[in-house]
């Protein structure tokens, strides 16, 4: 099992939600209007010095494989981004256990 985390410009969230959609992943959480600093430095405060903000996504899945398709779709949003802003900062990591009752 693994959990992706991804960050994303807040701009981008209507494009990645139809992806999800479209490879019919339906369990996930939005963290809305987070602030910080991309890797490049450049900031994101939600104010008039640094405007904008990211969505956090937490993706989990059971199936690694299905997880690995996901991260190869980012990696190609990335690839045709034609701004910094365009692309999904993305980490994965293993799950031990997940469950929903």
């Known amino acids: 099992m693994k959990m992706i985390y991804a960050n994303i410009d807040e701009m981008m969230q209507p494009a990645v939600l139809a992806l999800l959609k479209k490879l019919d992943v339906h369990d996930y959480e939005i963290f809305?209007?987070?602030?910080?600093?991309?890797?490049?430095?450049?900031?994101?405060?939600?104010?008039?010095i640094w405007p904008g903000y990211h969505?956090?996504?937490l993706i989990?899945?059971?199936?690694?494989?299905?997880?690995?398709?996901?991260?190869?779709?980012?990696?190609e949003m990335n690839k045709t981004a034609h701004h910094s802003f365009e692309k999904v900062a993305c980490c994965v990591w293993k799950i031990d256990e997940y469950f929903y009752e």
Request: one cysteine or more; a positive charge; hydrophobic letters at 35%.
């Open 55 to 57: 969505i956090c996504l």
């Open 60 to 75: 989990p899945f059971r199936d690694d494989e299905k997880a690995r398709i996901i991260l190869q779709q980012f990696k």
């Open 32 to 48: 809305k209007r987070v602030t910080g600093e991309a890797p490049g430095g450049q900031r994101f405060m939600d104010n008039s």
